[in-house]
């Protein structure tokens, strides 16, 4: 089965300064998907980002962007110019297996965003 | 657009008594909605899929006469906690793939459940 690992349960970032969060998973395909979601305190889960794993090049978002090397299985997000409303749990999921639509999560890592 | 609404947000309710949530598209159809349980400080856990028309698939360790899924639209998917306890209070939230779409899900706001 696929496993995703997110190695940093908790993360802090000074405002408008940059973190990356890690996420490294496991798979046998060649094709797939990665997520990136944010669950707020609100407790709403809301997508970020997505990557296919075909595509070379990394997915970017307005300050949301990965770094995605499919040979190491490292799914990365970067966060460009934290701010307060970025502070939230963010969990890196793909599905289990090719044809699945379900998704395998992560544990999350909380991010604090530092005034 | 891809909205999920869940209603209803929160609900508290006696032991032994039943509770519906219900989980709607409100911008698309999905073919496949997804149950998942939630709790404190943990990621998500599936419960079950639903795809309409179908019954549900649960997950191992899921009682499927405790947690009823009706999936009867391409909009609407109904999760009932039949005779609930209070170990069946948490976190419970959906989400549904856009019919045609790829794996991306969409969420609910998740529903609040405490059985006293």
């Given at each position: 089965a696929q496993t995703?690992?997110?190695?940093?349960?908790?993360?802090?970032?000074?405002?408008?300064?940059?973190?990356?969060?890690?996420?490294?998973?496991?798979t046998s395909e060649s094709d797939y998907y990665l997520f990136w979601y944010k669950q707020p305190p609100s407790r709403q889960m809301i997508l970020v980002i997505r990557q296919e794993a075909y595509k070379q090049q990394n997915a970017t978002e307005?300050?949301?962007?990965?770094?995605?090397?499919?040979?190491?299985?490292s799914f990365s997000l970067k966060i460009s110019d934290s701010q307060l409303g970025d502070a939230a749990m963010y969990f890196c999921a793909t599905p289990p297996r090719a044809g699945s639509y379900q998704l395998t999560f992560g544990k999350g890592t909380k991010l604090s965003v530092i005034p | 657009g891809a909205v999920v609404s869940q209603h209803p947000s929160w609900v508290i309710c006696k032991s032994g008594t039943s509770v519906k949530i219900e989980c709607r598209s409100l911008?698309?159809?999905?073919?496949?909605m997804f149950w998942y349980r939630q709790f404190p400080k943990q990621s998500l856990m599936l419960m079950a899929t639903s795809n309409e028309g179908s019954k549900?698939?649960?997950e191992q360790g899921v009682e499927k006469d405790k947690f009823l899924i009706n999936h009867a639209s391409l909009t609407l998917s109904t999760l009932t906690v039949t005779s609930a306890h209070p170990e069946d209070s948490s976190f419970y939230i959906c989400s549904a793939r856009s019919l045609g779409g790829d794996e991306t899900q969409y969420f609910g706001p998740g529903t609040r459940l405490l059985v006293l």
């Open positions: 995703v690992t997110q190695s940093q349960p908790e993360m802090s970032v000074q405002e408008a300064e940059t973190v990356t969060l890690s996420c490294t998973y496991d307005n300050r949301f962007s990965v770094n995605f090397q499919k040979a190491a299985k | 911008d698309f159809q999905a073919t496949t549900a698939t649960y």
